[in-house]
DNA sequence: TATGCTTCCTGTAGTCGCTACAGGATCAAG
DNA sequence: CTTGATCCTGTAGCGACTACAGGAAGCATA
């Protein structure tokens, strides 16, 4: 049994982060000491560090919740699991996509300010069209 | 001179978002007519688009402001507007590093659900250690 | 002229995932 | 007994919008 400190360190999630977890219903509320304080049990400890495991591979907090809640059930339906993970490899591969775009835009903007062709070339750029 | 509406369709961004720069200060306020309606001039729809760009582009809104702003000024200093890209670039490269690390371990979560060896592979996967 | 549709106005609240207080209570060590 | 660390609740802020509510105009048609 833990404190809300101790949880914090062994679960890598900062305590305000617990906090709002509690708050948002991501995890169960853990049981209070006489004085009032949060206590944790490792079980619960590991709940937290299973969410930032999630949020770590980019998981939104309602799915990392969903999956928690998967894990704790009876049976567990893993093809909804593999949906979340399809899901979130697709939305990532987009994103990469996505900013790889950008990059390249960016790169040919900024290697324009070399050619000293007008006063601001990137800021003629931006204008531009 | 256009409406508010007009001004949306022609620099492409939406009518909340463009009160939404002039409560921020991002561009300008307009005039406005007798009825107390926005008049935008084209240098004005101009700027809404320049902001867009920027956007488009990733740079944060108040680096677009300041752009916007040097873009107004009598003198262009082109190295603070080359810093701004620059800047912009690395903190895209930096998040595309990012984002396929997450890819890659999506990728190796994801292939382990063709494993039919546990009843959840991914799931162990996220508990596990 | 009356009606009805569209556009506009202001102001506020919600989104996501935290993070940072303020203002107080309690605990553990010296 | 005092000091400093940790805990508590509740609220507000971040960035960049987005979505209303509730009302005032404008424009076109009957």
Not at 35 to 60: H, Q, T
Request: net charge neutral; with cysteine; proline share 4%.
């Amino acid at each position: 049994m833990a404190t809300i400190g101790e949880a914090s360190l062994r679960s890598g999630v900062g305590i305000e982060t617990i906090r709002y977890y509690e708050r948002k219903g991501i995890v169960p509320k853990p049981g209070r000491s006489g004085n009032g304080r949060r206590v944790y049990s490792p079980s619960e400890i590991a709940n937290l560090r299973f969410v930032k495991r999630c949020r770590d591979l980019g998981f939104p907090l309602h799915v990392a919740s969903r999956l928690l809640v998967i894990s704790m059930g009876e049976q567990v339906s893993c093809g909804e699991v593999q949906d979340f993970g399809q899901a979130q490899l697709m939305e990532t591969r987009s994103k990469i996509a996505e900013l790889e775009n950008l990059r390249t835009a960016l790169e040919e903007l900024v290697s324009n300010c070399e050619e000293g062709s007008t006063n601001c070339p990137m800021l003629e750029k931006l204008w531009s069209q």
